[in-house]
C-alpha cells in the first residue's frame, strides 16, 4: 500500500515561472491538505480539498495560487509567476474521513516538494 | 487567535537521558490532539492522536500525555535514532478541517 506520494521532490523555477507541485493521496484517501514549510518555521495550512471540491482554501494566497483535485489523477498545486518567497518544502497530506465527529482521522504526508526560485 | 507553542525549539539528549517536550494550546474548543515525526528531508511521520485530558498514549520509548492547556511527549531512555524534529499539532471544533501545526522540537541524542 503506497503512501502519499509527491513529485517532483526537487522543482527549480525562475522569477516569473509556473510551478506544478503533484500529489497522490494514499489509496483509499479522499481528503487532500496541503502545507507550506519555510526553514525554522511551523507547517502552514494552504487548503483542503476532496475529489472535485475546493473545502478551504483559507490558508492560500489570494494571488498566483491555485489548487484542485479532479476526480481521476493527483492533486496538483499550481503557483503562477513565481517569486523568491515562494522557496519553500511543500507538503502534501491525506487523510481517509472528514472532520465530522470520527476519532480515527490522522493525517498522513508525502515527502514534500523543496521549490526553488532563482 | 488558535495558537500551538512548542518547548524548548532545541534540545540535545545524552543517550540514555530522558526527558520531555512541551506542546502549549489555546484554541476555543480541541477535536485532537497530534504528535509528529519529522526526519530531514522527509515528510511527518504520525506517532500519537490524544482527544482529552488525562489520556495517554505510548508507543516504544515515547508517551504523551495531554492536558487541558498543553501535552508533553516523555522521551525514556532516548536512543541516538530518536534524534528528529517532533511536531505538535491541534485541530479544533470551530476551525473545521485545519490542523494547526508548532514549529517543532529539534531533538538530538548523542551517543
Known amino acids: 500500500n503506497a503512501g502519499v506520494m509527491q513529485n517532483p521532490r526537487h522543482l527549480v523555477r525562475r522569477r516569473g515561472q509556473e510551478a506544478r507541485l503533484r500529489c497522490s493521496p494514499m489509496?483509499?484517501?479522499?481528503?487532500v491538505y496541503w502545507y507550506r514549510q519555510l526553514p525554522e518555521e511551523g507547517l502552514k495550512f494552504m487548503v483542503y480539498?476532496?475529489?472535485?471540491?475546493?473545502?478551504?482554501e483559507s490558508g492560500m494566497p489570494k494571488e498566483r495560487f491555485s489548487a484542485e483535485f479532479p476526480k481521476e489523477g493527483p492533486s496538483i498545486l499550481r503557483i503562477q509567476q513565481v517569486v523568491r518567497g515562494d522557496s519553500a518544502a511543500y507538503f502534501c497530506?491525506?487523510?481517509?474521513?472528514?472532520?465530522?465527529?470520527?476519532?480515527?482521522?490522522?493525517?498522513?504526508f508525502g515527502s514534500g516538494t523543496q521549490l526553488s526560485v532563482l | 487567535e488558535d495558537q500551538v507553542t512548542q518547548s524548548p525549539e532545541a534540545l540535545r539528549l545524552q543517550e540514555g537521558e530522558s526527558s520531555s517536550l512541551n506542546c502549549s494550546y489555546t484554541v476555543s474548543g480541541l477535536r485532537g490532539l497530534f504528535w509528529y515525526r519529522q526526519d530531514p528531508g522527509k515528510g511527518p511521520e504520525f506517532l500519537f492522536t490524544l482527544y482529552s485530558a488525562g489520556e495517554e498514549k505510548e508507543k516504544e520509548r515515547l508517551k504523551a500525555t495531554l492536558t487541558k492547556k498543553e501535552s508533553f511527549l516523555h522521551i525514556t531512555a532516548p536512543k541516538p535514532e530518536d534524534s528528529a524534529t517532533y511536531l505538535c499539532a491541534v485541530q479544533a471544533t470551530n476551525t473545521g478541517n485545519q490542523f494547526y501545526f508548532g514549529t517543532g522540537t529539534s531533538l538530538t541524542v548523542i551517543p
Open positions: 489509496k483509499g484517501h479522499s481528503h
Open positions: 480539498l476532496q475529489k472535485e471540491n475546493i473545502i478551504d
Open positions: 497530506a491525506s487523510s481517509s474521513t472528514s472532520w465530522t465527529g470520527f476519532r480515527n482521522e490522522k493525517l498522513f
